[in-house]
């Protein structure tokens, strides 16, 4: 069964910097797209950032050129580095593994999720 | 980008009854849809795929359809684990991921 934990989230002031971590079992990161979505409290789901298997990376408008998303094959750990935080950043931050349809070949829905970890910005 | 919509935001149900929940997208995705259950406090939960390949482990009375633009998940007989936020997401062009608002099913 695949599961995954992240953590490192905290309260911090705007303008901080965090990094997130995320540990997967029963798979690797380095085989697969894998992906950071946000919950603000009391909010939907907002997507943050992506990092294929190959290493490209995107990410949302609202975290690009502050959040950066990396992986580390040898600790098989994902993580967000997270820069020049804002308020509006507060959220529980959750990673999930990018699932692939055998039977049509796309790609791009979310099969397993962590339980989040909750990043609080805010003076 | 493309914008999910859902309807409605809020959805009660007597348990036992069945529901039928909504998503648009702003633009084709074809069969690129996705449906998540969310409980409070807990993470999001895959439930289908593929616009309507329930996800595994997933009971037979979660149903999907739809294709381009309009799509329909059908809870029958709503059991009262089946209470929570129902979110849709749209992977056809990406990205950005985009999901909808979320429907909330309550108890009636």
């Known amino acids: 069964e695949m599961q995954l934990v992240e953590s490192g989230g905290r309260w911090i002031q705007p303008g901080g910097s965090l990094r997130l971590s995320c540990v997967p079992s029963?798979?690797?990161?380095?085989?697969?797209?894998m992906t950071w979505v946000r919950q603000a409290p009391g909010k939907g789901l907002e997507w943050v950032s992506v990092?294929?298997?190959?290493?490209?990376?995107f990410y949302a408008d609202s975290v690009k050129g502050r959040f950066t998303i990396s992986r580390d094959n040898s600790k098989n750990s994902l993580y967000l580095q997270m820069n020049s935080l804002r308020a509006e950043d507060t959220a529980v931050y959750s990673c999930?593994?990018?699932?692939?349809?055998?039977?049509?070949?796309?790609?791009?829905?979310?099969?397993?999720w962590g339980p989040g970890t909750l990043v609080t910005v805010s003076s | 980008e493309i914008v999910m919509t859902q309807s409605p935001a809020t959805l009660s149900v007597s348990p036992g009854e069945g529901a039928t929940l909504s998503c648009r997208a702003s633009?084709?995705?074809?069969?690129?849809l996705a449906w998540y259950q969310q409980r409070p406090g807990q993470a999001p939960r895959l439930l289908i795929y593929?616009?309507?390949t329930r996800a595994s482990g997933i009971p037979a009375r979660f149903s999907g359809s739809g294709s381009g633009t309009e799509f329909t998940l059908t809870i029958s007989s709503l059991q009262s684990e089946d209470f929570a936020v129902y979110y849709c997401?749209?992977?056809?062009?990406?990205?950005?991921?985009?999901f909808g608002p979320g429907t909330k099913v309550d108890i009636k």
């Open positions: 997401q749209q992977y056809n062009n990406w990205p950005p991921f985009t």
């Open positions: 029963g798979f690797t990161v380095n085989d697969n797209y």
């Open positions: 633009q084709s995705v074809r069969g690129n």
């Open positions: 593929g616009a309507s």
């Open positions: 990092i294929y298997g190959g290493g490209d990376t």
């Open positions: 999930a593994n990018i699932a692939y349809d055998v039977s049509t070949g796309s790609t791009g829905f979310f099969d397993s």
